[in-house]
T-cell receptor, first 112, second 113 residues
């Protein structure tokens, strides 16, 4: 059973606009969340993370928001650039657990 | 550092053949993870090692899959016999501790005909 869900398999956004990628989780023990970005023929690379003690973490154009009550997190990219076109994976882990649980990914296409 | 190295990058084999995927983690990383990426299930954890010891192999699909880590710089994932449903991209990742960022290799695209 998928404990981390990304219900939108794809998203298209115009260059310069905001991209919002969503992720839901079911395990209330998850307390650390990450976003990875993956280009074709490459492995995923770490993008940004957030601990459950926060509700927002920002790094340049990338911001992750966490809503613990809704078990929902989102990644905002603003402004979106063509180089942001990639597959984005949401991942989560729980204290005491040694592994990450990944979602199925969302393919973002930023249109020039 | 060269990052996580995986070989081969592509593998095409026939059903029933043995397949061995290889991984060299980043030097100094104590954790090594094997993942499989499919459209339906995304990135699935197959098995992970800590200090060369397998910790959790509950994600290994069945007895046809096995993994070893004979030393800190090398791991293998073996499928014997392979089946068409094993076709996927297999990733190896390593990290310095269990909650730290995982660094992924480029993956091995396996096609079983």
């Amino acid at each position: 059973d998928q404990q981390v869900k990304q219900n939108s398999p794809s998203l298209s956004v115009q260059e310069g606009r905001i991209s919002i990628l969503n992720c839901d989780y079911t395990n209330s023990m998850f307390d650390y969340f990450l976003w990875y970005k993956k280009y074709p023929a490459e492995g995923p690379t770490f993008l940004i993370s957030i601990s459950s003690i926060k509700d927002k973490n920002e790094d340049g154009r990338f911001t992750v928001f966490l809503n613990k009550s809704a078990k929902h997190l989102s990644l905002h990219i603003v402004p979106s650039q063509p180089g942001d076109s990639a597959v984005y994976f949401c991942a989560a882990s729980a204290t005491g657990a040694n592994n990450l649980f990944f979602g199925t990914g969302t393919r973002l296409t930023v249109i020039p | 550092d060269a990052g996580v190295i995986q070989s081969p990058r592509h593998e095409v084999t026939e059903m029933g053949q043995e397949v061995t995927l290889r991984c060299k983690p980043i030097s100094g990383h104590d954790y090594l993870f094997w993942y499989r990426q499919t459209m339906m299930r995304g990135l699935e954890l197959l098995i992970y090692f800590n200090n060369n010891v397998p910790i959790d192999d509950s994600g290994m699909p069945e007895d046809r899959f096995s993994a070893k880590m004979p030393n800190a710089s090398f791991s293998t994932l073996k499928i014997q016999p392979s089946e068409p449903r094993d076709s996927a991209v297999y990733f190896c990742a390593s990290s310095s501790n269990h909650r730290d960022t995982q660094y992924f290799g480029p993956g091995t695209r396996l096609t079983v005909l």
